[in-house]
């Protein structure tokens, strides 16, 4: 059979085209590299034209170094939440910003290297989909290889009584329809800029209000954060480990997604940027959070029933994703072995953590699993 990986110089000019005309107006251009790309990896029964491809670019920009390198790919190509319909300039414009230069400098020397990063990884993708010799729709394999499929479900016992999990591999701000969404912060409760490529960044960015020419009108995460300190009287110092605070949701209530908890597990290590996340507190967050939602729920309609965790203090925390997930699933299984009815999600940029959450279900427990680090 005749090999599908494009060459990267094709791909790269069909990137530069979705990066002019934008996601929304696919329709009607010719991307024959890219589609078949998107047909060798995409699940049986998704193959969109256009959606396909734009699964295919999410998934290679998520392999990109997580920071400024992958944040200007998915502004550029229109892939943040809330950017698809900008016209190519203002995601220039936006791109250029991250990496402080100017507009004309991106477009000459950054922009072609973040494309070409890209165009690297699609390319890969198709060649290692080839090498493995798996067909469209094929299972997630032992090295965590998902293609372009974004979720998946996955059945594990919890007090001897079977339940679903919903394992998501796409960015954060992309959820839908699920109620509730757990963010990490620090102890401070201080969010990070919305234009950083954290889960709390990402998520204050997508719940930003914004006017018809893209200005900010409300900052509903940071500023009802603010009001529950001041309730509180925590202004101005930390909060315990373990605290979390439920706000709203702002813009992203039109995915359906209806509060956003924050679960305070960072704490700043004096002196540098980093901060000090203990496995312990990061338990204790996600039992304070199923208390949260028992209490919520029958407040709203309908009542709050969905909850999603991504795998928390494995970023700038710096916990290896398979001690996070420990800590995680340890108060999850805890509470549907107790007979809780929650749909359970997680969410996961990469494959790597993705792959760790499907092994429960095989008996290999979080804490025993290959250690990846984030």
């Not at 690297?120 to 998902?146: C, K, M, N, S």
């Not at 109620?179 to 997508?206: F, G, M």
């Not at 509470?335 to 969410?347: I, P």
Request: with cysteine.
């Amino acid at each position: 059979m005749a090999s599908r990986a494009p060459d990267h110089a094709s791909v790269l000019d069909e990137i530069k085209k979705v990066r002019l005309v934008g996601l929304v107006r696919l329709r009607g251009h010719s991307l024959p590299h890219l589609e078949s790309a998107a047909e060798a990896m995409a699940e049986q029964g998704s193959r969109i034209r256009g959606a396909t491809v734009e699964a295919l670019l999410r998934r290679a920009v998520s392999l990109l170094d997580a920071g400024t390198l992958r944040t200007a790919a998915e502004y550029t190509l229109g892939l943040t939440q809330g950017t698809r319909d900008w016209p190519a300039s203002s995601r220039r414009a936006r791109a250029a910003s991250l990496y402080g230069v100017s507009v004309e400098r991106f477009r000459k020397d950054h922009e072609k290297m973040v494309l070409g990063q890209v165009a690297e990884h699609v390319v890969h993708l198709v060649t290692t989909r080839e090498e493995q010799g798996a067909g469209p729709g094929a299972p997630l394999d032992d090295t965590g290889e998902w293609g372009v499929v974004t979720h998946r479900t996955v059945r594990v016992l919890a007090g001897g009584r079977p339940v679903a999990l919903t394992v998501h591999l796409h960015p954060v701000d992309l959820l839908r329809d699920v109620d509730v969404v757990v963010s990490p912060t620090n102890v401070h409760l201080a969010l990070p800029e919305p234009y950083k490529s954290s889960v709390a960044a990402s998520l204050r960015r997508a719940a930003t209000v914004r006017g018809v020419t893209g200005d900010v009108i409300e900052d509903p995460l940071h500023d009802e954060l603010r009001k529950w300190a001041t309730r509180h009287g925590t202004s101005g110092r930390a909060v315990l480990p373990g605290t979390v605070v439920a706000t709203g949701s702002g813009a992203l209530v039109a995915q359906g997604v209806r509060r956003i908890h924050h679960a305070a597990i960072a704490v700043p290590r004096a002196g540098t940027n980093d901060y000090h996340v203990l496995p312990a507190d990061v338990t204790r967050a996600v039992s304070r959070v199923f208390a949260l939602l028992a209490e919520e729920s029958g407040r709203h309609a309908p009542p709050l029933r969905s909850v999603c965790f991504p795998l928390l203090g494995s970023g700038r925390g710096g916990l290896p994703y398979h001690v996070s997930l420990g800590a995680v699933w340890a108060a999850v299984e805890a509470e549907l072995a107790r007979g809780a009815s929650w749909d359970v999600h997680f969410v996961a940029r990469t494959p790597e953590a993705a792959a760790l959450v499907e092994r429960i279900p095989a008996g290999i427990r979080p804490e025993r699993a290959r250690p990846t680090t984030g």
